[in-house]
């Protein structure tokens, strides 16, 4: 069987080893948590795991995506706080268009090799 098989040890390792195909899998997993909650923890994991082990550019990308989890998070919160209190019914709709937002910039930055610009913004 060749290395290069879908089904290959190594190409399993490429995507849980820090780099590129694994920033890409955990903004995939950020994606998926829309309809599988559980995914954007494991992605979540998967970035503290992997950082502080890979190229600078790549590094930015992981404290982006750490970032994304624990603001997302946070937004999300206190959007249902205040859709508890009427003031905030669209409030969950808006973090996960942020949310959605940053993963689809990040993919596009990731697929360019490029770093993200400024990985500790509260914005886009």
């Not at 993963?103 to 697929?111: F, S």
């Amino acid at each position: 069987m060749d290395n290069q098989d879908q089904g290959s040890p190594d190409n399993l390792n490429a995507w849980i080893s820090p780099g590129v195909s694994n920033v890409k899998l955990i903004y995939l997993l950020y994606l998926v948590s829309f309809v599988l909650g559980i995914s954007g923890i494991v992605g979540v994991v998967f970035a503290y795991v992997n950082r502080g082990q890979s190229e600078d550019w790549i590094e930015t990308h992981y404290t982006y995506l750490i970032r994304t989890f624990w603001i997302g998070l946070l937004y999300l919160l206190v959007a249902l706080v205040l859709a508890v209190m009427i003031i905030g019914l669209l409030l969950p709709f808006a973090v996960a268009v942020w949310v959605i937002v940053r993963c689809v910039i990040g993919l596009q930055k990731v697929a360019r090799r490029e770093a993200i610009s400024n990985p500790r913004t509260w914005w886009i």
